[in-house]
């Protein structure tokens, strides 16, 4: 079991806690707590986004809002995202991703560290995205150089198929009707080389222009916590911005 990441922040008076971990079989879990009350706790094998949301019989459930615990698709803890509101309305914009406040990941964990590594070296974090893109297109074509210099060497194994005698059906012959289509003139115009280039090569350049857009998006989101968490601490207005 993995060690347990957490979060915590005083939010209009009250001590907010989220822990989170990955439990046996790759099990994401996160539990939230308001000044020391257990308030929701989420687990699920297969999800990245867990959502920890009051009951609705709870004193506060007008007003305690909801959590957001989201993993990496490596089952790595990667941040808790507070919302505010009532219950509902606040589980309706974790869902959707509006708005939120993240919480401050405990000093020296691999989240605080993640932020501070965002938070400082922006061009860093999005050539190591970029990094990612790359190699989502270079390591398949390694691997398919591989798979055929390996079959060219020592071949493919030599399996003896049963031989299935099929029935051999005599199909109707349909006289389709004969269409004689008008010519159409459509003028004689090639695309720039560099369109056609492009084209052959998009699906290269995918996977490296979502790694760089998401990169620019993270460093943009830390941004705009890092100004939400100082309005807040100085009194300011409510958490709104970008939680994804």
Do not use: C
Not at 55 to 61: P, Q
Not at 220 to 229: H, N, S, T
């Amino acid at each position: 079991m993995a060690e347990t990441q957490v979060y915590e922040m005083e939010i209009d008076g009250r001590e907010h806690r989220v822990e989170t971990s990955v439990g046996d079989g790759w099990r994401n879990e996160a539990t939230w707590w308001v000044d020391g009350e257990e308030i929701a706790t989420a687990t699920s094998r297969v999800e990245d986004n867990l959502y920890l949301v009051v009951s609705e019989d709870h004193e506060l459930a007008a007003s305690l809002g909801a959590v957001r615990a989201r993993f990496t698709g490596l089952s790595k803890p990667l941040r808790a995202t507070w919302f505010e509101g009532e219950r509902r309305t606040a589980e309706a914009a974790a869902r959707i991703g509006v708005g939120g406040l993240d919480l401050v990941p405990e000093p020296g964990s691999p989240a605080a560290l993640r932020e501070e590594r965002v938070r400082l070296r922006p061009g860093r974090h999005a050539s190591l995205h970029v990094a990612k893109g790359v190699a989502n297109v270079v390591v398949p074509i390694l691997i398919g150089i591989v798979f055929f210099w390996l079959v060219r060497r020592f071949g493919l194994p030599s399996i003896p198929w049963p031989s299935i005698p099929l029935p051999d059906v005599d199909l109707p012959s349909i006289p389709w009707p004969s269409i004689d289509l008008p010519a159409v003139p459509w003028p004689d115009w090639e695309l720039p080389g560099w369109v056609r280039w492009a084209l052959d090569h998009v699906k290269y350049m995918v996977p490296i222009i979502i790694g760089l857009a998401l990169a620019r998006s993270e460093v943009r989101r830390r941004r705009q916590q890092d100004e939400l968490r100082a309005r807040r601490a100085a009194g300011g207005p409510s958490a709104r911005g970008d939680g994804r």
